[in-house]
């Protein structure tokens, strides 16, 4: 059976300064780490808050949002002990792929879709939560990157699945 095929559907903006706040655009990759079920989010894009003066507000507002709702830096070895990051949301629709991490802020971290398969699906039903591994990183293939620059985070989400 072949690989269905995602697009993102948010209409995308140039780079450079922005008025309004431009899409995020991310995917979410189902993967397993360390015998435990992951959600790896894919950031192609990273948005930059400067003040009107100038000043650096935020480098990476995909970054500064999870860490001020609890994300912690992946370092190696971890274990990800810990009970699931208060306020978070996440649930799966396996019959559409249809996924959504929600913030404890209100704001939606996702709102896509992920693939599956059926033993993540169980993974995740079994354990009740899911890690949430953020970084910018524009392909899988860039992880390891990511994670040798200290720029990986991770979240234990509560995660329902339908």
Known sequence: MGVKKRRISEPAQAPGVH??????????????????????????????????????????????????????????????????????EGSLTVRTDEMTLLLPNGIMLYDGTMPTTPDWVNQVREAGSVIVLTGPMATIDEVETVLGEGRMLWTRVPFAID
């Open 19 to 88: 008025t309004t706040a431009p899409v995020v655009r991310m995917r979410a990759q189902a993967a397993s780490l360390l015998g435990h079920p992951v959600i790896i989010m894919i950031q192609p894009d990273t948005v930059t808050i400067t003040a009107e003066s100038g000043e650096l507000l935020s480098a990476d507002t995909v970054e500064t949002s999870v860490k001020a709702a609890g994300g912690q830096a992946l370092t190696l070895p971890t274990d990800f002990a810990g009970a699931p990051a208060e306020g978070w």
